[in-house]
């Protein structure tokens, strides 16, 4: 196994690391799964809503399904206009944080012509708005994870589509992340005056997640060499396709984190307390990674390896439960009896 850790230097005011004593939390259980979901198709994007189900949305067939613990999952919307090919679809979902006043959903899916982000309602989910379109597509790197900061903004992972150039082309919006008002506008507070555009130098970000302290993580793929977490500062350039890994020039940010792809291939990403959980697709493994006060992070150590087959997706729930996603259907897997399968782990103690 090859994993390197590559820590930011710190302030003079660094943090301190933040124990599990803190949260009265102990990490999770991964030796006693619940299945919650089976039979599932390529399932990609997950998110909870305020009652404590969840939404999975599924790559190639372009339904939204919700999710209830010892229910069957149940179609609750058609996204119209998927072009499902390659890595392309149907990819992630949010909920808006201000779900109990305008009960938006948020999709971001390949059509025909491009990658966008709609959102809509549940009571309505054929009225789709259009709220960023024009986002490059291919067969691959359309990156697709959207997340909900501790702002209120909504956060998406925007992949290179297989052009590395426009990753460091600060008017594309490919080879981004980017930070959207939750009408589609730009915020105000933006790195530069009228763009989208948060963080560049990026191939393809499909795991979002921010610590303790509001500090926004990302998970890339690599090309050949490494793959990728990263502490994502706004205006922050990331090397792609000048660097891949720890580079130390000075022009871009080094990650804080790389694996060989045949050991990560990282997608999802959770923080809960002060550890980041990525989910392994090539990897077949869920990492777990602890983070320190500074925003740097220690030594990753891995669980499930090769248990569940291939892994897209992991959320923390409300009920304190972790929910791993597999994705042996997307083409690339070997399915096992049920796949796709959502698993829900339990917390060691307390969160019960």
């Not at 030796?31 to 599924?58: I, K, M, Q």
């Not at 909504?154 to 297989?162: E, N």
């Not at 790389?258 to 999802?268: H, L």
């Not at 777990?288 to 923390?316: E, F």
Request: with cysteine; aromatic share 10%.
């Amino acid at each position: 196994m090859c994993v390197s850790v590559a820590g930011l230097p710190a302030s003079a005011s660094a943090h301190q690391s933040v124990s599990a004593d803190a949260y009265g939390w102990w990490g999770y259980d991964f030796t006693r799964p619940t299945v919650v979901a089976t039979g599932l198709e390529a399932p990609w994007g997950l998110a909870f809503l305020p009652d404590g189900s969840a939404l999975v949305g599924e790559r190639n067939s372009g339904r939204v399904l919700q999710v209830r613990r010892g229910s069957a999952p149940r179609p609750v919307a058609q996204i119209a206009g998927v072009a499902a090919t390659g890595e392309a679809g149907l990819l992630g979902l949010a909920v808006s944080p201000n779900y109990r006043l305008d009960r938006y959903v948020y999709a971001y899916f390949t059509s025909s012509v491009d990658n966008r982000i709609v959102r809509f309602r549940l009571s309505a989910p054929w009225l789709q708005q259009p709220i960023l379109t024009g986002l490059a597509r291919a067969a691959v790197h359309d990156g697709g994870r959207i997340a909900f900061g501790p702002d209120g903004m909504l956060y998406a992972g925007v992949g290179d589509a297989g052009q590395a150039a426009t990753a460091q082309d600060p008017r594309s919006r490919n080879g981004k992340i980017l930070r959207l008002r939750p009408d589609g506008g730009v915020p105000a507070n933006n790195p530069v005056a009228g763009s989208l555009v948060y963080s560049l130098g990026h191939r393809n970000v499909q795991g979002l997640a921010w610590d303790w302290r509001g500090r926004l993580y990302a998970t890339e793929f690599g090309q050949s060499s490494w793959d990728e977490v990263n502490r994502i500062v706004p205006g922050g350039n990331y090397g792609w396709p000048v660097v891949e890994g720890v580079s130390g020039d000075p022009r871009f940010r080094d990650p804080i984190v790389t694996w060989r792809p045949a050991e990560s291939s990282p997608s999802g990403a959770a923080i809960v307390g002060g550890t980041l959980y990525v989910a392994a697709l090539r990897g077949t493994r869920l990492w777990v990674v602890p983070l320190d006060g500074a925003g740097g992070a220690g030594t990753p150590t891995a669980q499930l390896v090769g248990t569940y087959g291939r892994l897209r997706t992991v959320v923390a729930a409300p009920d304190g439960s972790l929910w791993v996603v597999t994705s042996n259907r997307d083409g690339r897997g070997t399915p096992a009896a049920g796949d796709d399968r959502i698993l829900r782990f339990p917390p060691r103690f307390g969160w019960w």
